[in-house]
């Protein structure tokens, strides 16, 4: 079985994308269970109208014509609009191609201010957000403000250039009753190419192109605290082809994300295969592919690998029978876990074979759990690049 990375390259030279949404879904986990039942009791406790003590308030018709952006955002049950208006608005046509945008673009400078109405309220209210900010300026054929839906609340994300192909933002969200700043370690800097990922409502991704390396980082996003923290962060190789290759389709398909570290194995891992339950996935080994696929239609691509059908999503893929349509391998790459195969001999003991694939430099160490097994294949450094469970041939047809 050939790894995810080779998957990623042919699904490149595949001119069909299935099942890619505007808003991205993160591949099954046990974890969307919680959030399910955490977000219908947030969603149904009382959040604020928008506050009106001390604040400037204009006619949602005249900013309506007057504003150079206007979003839709909620917080649990309360529908918004956000306005963003400049008074001292100016507008410029672009001469000439340059970071900007492009010779005869309209391009718009000003100090903005975030005005905050209900939904379909005749008065909005001017917010502190970015009361303090010097002049921002706007290109509306560029993507640099636009929303991200968070579980019960609404990230807007408002971008300004940041060298050649990079864009920095201020994100905002609103909590009772007004908008605020998310509070970031870090600056949240991303490529101008495209938007930042939203990964299970819970993360967001971005990527950063310096000094010739992409670096993807992972942000958690809490929305009790209004804040974002750095939660995973990897430098892609630039000599790598299938680093490459990621990077690309990361720039290219709203629905893929970069795998990133959000499992932890643990010495129990042998124990749940022996019942066929992979990292990674509320669906065992033998579940029929139908029903994944109905339950997370977000899949990046579907087809044949060595004669085996396959369905895969960002970071976890599964093979399963022609006829049958029950799973009978399940594969999810190494970034998941983002371990050496010595902590791997290390928890579970020597594995019961180890073999070498000469052309590609990888070794698969294979341990069994019953009558299943799984395979740890790791690089010539020892990283762990993508993990395996599978049935056993003698088991496969059960």
Aim: include cysteine.
């Amino acid at each position: 079985m050939k790894n995810l990375i080779n998957m990623i390259m042919i699904a490149m030279l595949s001119s069909v994308i299935a099942g890619c949404s505007n808003e991205i879904n993160a591949s099954l986990n046990t974890e969307e269970i919680k959030f399910e039942k955490e977000d219908k009791v947030e969603a149904e406790q009382n959040t604020s109208a928008v506050q009106e003590v001390g604040k400037e308030k204009k006619d949602t018709v005249w900013l309506e014509g007057k504003s150079l952006f206007q979003v839709d955002a909620t917080d649990g049950k309360m529908k918004y609009t956000v306005y963003l208006y400049a008074e001292d608005e100016r507008r410029t046509i672009l001469e000439e191609d340059s970071a900007k945008g492009k010779k005869g673009d309209s391009y718009f400078t000003g100090h903005y201010s975030v005005y905050l109405a209900e939904k379909g309220s005749k008065e909005a209210y001017r917010q502190e957000a970015l009361n303090n900010s010097a002049e921002l300026s706007f290109n509306p054929s560029k993507e640099q403000v636009y929303t991200q839906k968070m579980r019960n609340k609404t990230i807007i994300s408002i971008f300004q250039s940041k060298g050649e192909n990079a864009v920095k933002g201020q994100l905002l969200a609103i909590k009772d009753g007004e908008v605020l700043k998310i509070n970031t370690e870090k600056e949240v800097v991303t490529s101008s190419k495209a938007k930042i990922k939203n990964i299970n409502q819970k993360y967001l991704q971005t990527a950063q192109n310096k000094n010739d390396r992409w670096v993807i980082s992972t942000w958690l996003f809490n929305e009790e605290t209004l804040s974002m923290s750095l939660h995973d962060r990897i430098e892609l190789n630039k000599e790598d082809h299938s680093d490459i290759d990621w990077m690309n389709l990361w720039l290219k398909e709203e629905a893929l994300y970069y795998p990133f570290k959000n499992l932890a194995l643990s010495v129990d891992a042998i124990e749940k295969a022996k019942q066929g339950i992979p990292l990674g996935s509320p669906y065992p080994i033998g579940t029929n592919i139908s029903e994944i696929k109905k339950s997370d239609p977000n899949y990046i691509k579907e087809g044949f690998e060595n004669g085996s059908p396959f369905v895969m999503y960002p970071e976890i893929s599964y093979y399963f029978e022609r006829e049958t349509g029950n799973v009978t391998a399940i594969s999810i790459p190494g970034q998941r876990v983002r371990t050496f195969i010595d902590e791997i001999t290390a928890m579970f003991g020597t594995p019961l074979e180890v073999r070498e694939e000469v052309l590609s430099g990888k070794t698969i160490s294979t341990y069994l759990a019953d009558k299943y097994s799984i395979e740890f294949i790791s690089d010539f450094e020892g990283n762990v690049s993508e993990i395996v469970l599978m049935k056993t041939k003698n088991h496969a047809a059960q």
